[in-house]
């Protein structure tokens, strides 16, 4: 049975005056409202109400309870109430995961404002692009660039991803340009992840079909701004997210190939232990991220330009 009934049904008799009439009000038998009485007194192992046929009254324990309980439920209310409109300062850890080159420019710099804002949330950001297991390691929120495989995970779509095939100058005056998916074979690509190991290749469109085409170069790297740097030298060419290099080809320093047959875009998430309600710390923080990843100039200036690789 619970507590809090218990409670509830103690407050009404008291008030009303009568168990009739706290089950009127409540839409209950009587003998239900007589039950949760006798059980708050057997839990509690003192006597509340004195009853009789014709007349109800208070202890001098049950008094002092009533006057206590009346302000936990009050208190719970305004409890409620607050939370629901939004009005409790957040606060609590956030433990935030993403990847290194990402959190770097789009996730670090909006974070002062953050916690400016909230002061009473505090965050740690782990920037790595190892796949952290959000539940057994304890994140609140990890930040993934692609498609979602665990069913244990709840992601939220924060933007869309667009991925591009790059290369400096230099690379394409010494090499030519590449004029169909096949023609990779025949270029450097620089692979991201060990040993050139990129398990579904890069991932082109031709003829309404995606296709994987498996790659090879002489040089790969699981850290992705040590391919941005690579590319930039001349080395070969990149399978890179737009976030990443956008800032260098409208600088001329990379240039885009094969744009006719772009991949899908995929996504940028923030994955999340599955749970019904989320902490109002991390509702704000998604909120926040969002609201950024949303804005049509974001992606083009805003915060990129202020976090060097």
């Given at each position: 049975?619970?507590?809090?009934?218990?409670?509830?049904?103690?407050?009404?008799?008291a008030?009303?005056?009568?168990?009739?009439?706290?089950?009127?009000?409540?839409?209950?038998?009587?003998?239900?409202?007589?039950?949760?009485?006798?059980?708050?007194?057997?839990?509690?192992?003192?006597?509340?109400?004195?009853?009789?046929?014709?007349?109800?009254?208070?202890?001098s324990?049950?008094?002092?309870?009533?006057?206590?309980?009346?302000?936990?439920?009050?208190?719970?209310?305004?409890?409620?109430s607050?939370?629901?409109?939004?009005?409790v300062?957040?606060?609590?850890?956030?433990?935030?995961?993403?990847?290194?080159?990402?959190?770097?420019?789009?996730?670090?710099?909006?974070?002062?404002?953050?916690?400016?804002?909230?002061?009473?949330v505090?965050?740690?950001?782990?920037?790595?692009?190892?796949?952290?297991?959000?539940?057994?390691?304890?994140?609140d929120?990890?930040?993934?660039i692609?498609?979602?495989?665990d069913?244990?995970?709840?992601g939220?779509r924060?933007?869309?991803?667009?991925?591009?095939?790059?290369a400096?100058?230099?690379?394409?005056?010494?090499?030519?340009?590449?004029?169909?998916?096949?023609?990779?074979?025949?270029?450097?690509?620089?692979?991201?992840g060990?040993?050139?190991?990129?398990?579904?290749?890069?991932?082109?469109?031709?003829?309404?079909?995606?296709?994987?085409?498996?790659v090879?170069?002489?040089?790969?790297?699981?850290?992705?701004?040590?391919?941005?740097?690579?590319?930039?030298?001349?080395?070969?060419?990149?399978?890179?997210?737009?976030?990443?290099?956008?800032?260098?080809?409208?600088?001329?320093?990379?240039?885009?190939?094969?744009?006719?047959?772009?991949?899908?875009?995929?996504?940028?998430?923030?994955?999340?232990?599955e749970?019904?309600?989320l902490?109002?710390?991390?509702?704000?923080?998604?909120?926040?991220?969002?609201?950024?990843?949303?804005?049509?100039?974001?992606?083009?200036g805003?915060?990129n330009?202020?976090?060097?690789?």
């Open positions: 049975m619970s507590r809090f009934k218990q409670l509830e049904s103690f407050v009404a008799v008030a009303l005056g009568s168990l009739s009439a706290a089950a009127r009000q409540e839409g209950v038998a009587p003998a239900m409202i007589g039950r949760r009485i006798n059980a708050l007194e057997a839990r509690l192992g003192i006597k509340l109400l004195v009853r009789s046929t014709r007349s109800m009254s208070l202890t324990e049950g008094s002092l309870f009533l006057e206590e309980a009346q302000r936990i439920l009050r208190e719970l209310n305004d409890l409620e607050r939370i629901s409109q939004g009005s300062r957040p606060s609590g850890h956030l433990r935030v995961s993403a990847p290194a080159g990402f959190g770097r420019r789009h996730v670090a710099p909006l974070l002062p404002d953050f916690t400016a804002s909230y002061p009473d505090s965050i740690s950001l782990d920037l790595s692009d190892r796949l952290v297991d959000l539940i057994d390691e304890g994140y929120c990890a930040i993934r692609g498609e979602l495989e069913s244990r995970i709840v939220v924060l933007a869309d991803n667009k991925r591009v095939i790059v400096s100058p230099s690379y394409l005056q010494r090499n030519g340009r590449p004029n169909s998916p096949d023609d990779l074979l025949e270029h450097n690509c620089l692979s991201f060990q040993q050139g190991n990129q398990a579904k290749g890069w991932l082109l469109t031709q003829n309404g079909q995606v296709r994987a085409i498996r090879k170069g002489n040089l790969a790297c699981s850290d992705g701004s040590v391919l941005h740097q690579w590319t930039l030298a001349g080395m070969g060419l990149a399978w890179r997210s737009l976030w990443e290099v956008q800032e260098d080809i409208e600088a001329g320093h990379l240039i885009t190939v094969l744009d006719e047959y772009a991949a899908p875009v995929n996504g940028i998430f923030a994955l999340m232990p749970r019904k309600h902490p109002q710390r991390l509702r704000l923080f998604l909120d926040m991220l969002k609201g950024h990843y949303s804005s049509p100039t974001y992606w083009n805003g915060l330009k202020q976090t060097p690789e």
